[in-house]
């Protein structure tokens, strides 16, 4: 059984002041929910006040990128040891925004995970389809590119160690979320790329969260499909209330 996973991506938002009154009134709600790991990733800047505000509890934080370097003169990038040092246990890597304006391809998505996962960071690995893509039908092809390109370059081992985060671009911050069978067919033909470029065994191991328009209200339908294995949030993870329901589904 592959335990759940329910992670908030902040993206742009919330200062120190936001993230400390954020776990103030998040952590409480969430302190009994044992059914999952919950992952919580701030901007760089937020990111000591959250882990500080996390201490001892059951919330863990990630970062929302990382530069593949050691350290050296990369105006701008962080690298996976300063990550570590400011107490982070994720990292998300290749989100479809990172991939249109910044720039990420396969090949970063590769070299940002190794470097990762060599600092024992785990990679929260992120593939999807653009609208174009899923009315063309490209979504397997898209996909098996990325895969193949991105966390399919990984060695066994290292493989072992990524979560997968589905996130069809068409689905994120629209209000147009995939429908719990569109995200477990999509979810299933990851995982067939796992069991072929890996091992059947990798396959039934690899965790493979749904990201877009995940809420509150929709969550329920889409956990009760056993391919999805947490979800990653956008939007509906900056308020602890909607948040906490969430990662709640369960109760
Ligand atoms: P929304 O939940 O706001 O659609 O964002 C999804 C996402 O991109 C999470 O990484």
């Not at 998040?26 to 500080?52: G, N, Q, R, W, Y």
């Amino acid at each position: 059984m592959r335990r759940r996973v329910i992670a908030g991506n902040w993206k742009m938002f919330k200062t120190q002041a936001e993230t400390r009154a954020f776990f103030k009134a998040f952590a409480p709600l969430v302190s009994a929910s044992k059914h999952c790991d919950i992952v919580t990733a701030p901007p760089f800047t937020a990111i000591p006040a959250a882990v500080e505000a996390a201490k001892n509890t059951n919330i863990v934080i990630s970062a929302q990128d990382v530069y593949w370097e050691k350290e050296g003169a990369f105006t701008g990038e962080i690298s996976t040891s300063m990550l570590v040092e400011a107490g982070c246990r994720y990292v998300i890597i290749g989100h479809s925004e990172r991939r249109q304006f910044f720039g990420d391809t396969e090949e970063t998505v590769t070299k940002k995970a190794k470097a990762a996962l060599a600092a024992g960071l785990t990679p929260i690995v992120c593939v999807g389809e653009h609208l174009s893509h899923r009315e063309s039908g490209q979504t397997h092809k898209v996909c098996k590119t990325q895969f193949d390109g991105g966390p399919g370059l990984l060695t066994p081992d290292e493989f072992s160690r990524i979560l997968i985060a589905y996130e069809p671009v068409w689905a994120i911050g629209t209000g147009r979320t995939a429908t719990p069978e569109i995200a477990a067919e999509a979810h299933k033909f990851l995982r067939q790329c796992a069991a072929e470029k890996f091992s059947s065994a990798h396959a039934a191991a690899l965790r493979i969260l749904y990201g877009g328009s995940v809420k509150p209200d929709n969550i329920k339908g889409l956990m009760a499909q056993e391919e999805l294995d947490g979800a990653l949030v956008g939007g509906a993870s900056l308020d602890p209330k909607s948040f906490a329901s969430i990662v709640n589904f369960t109760s």
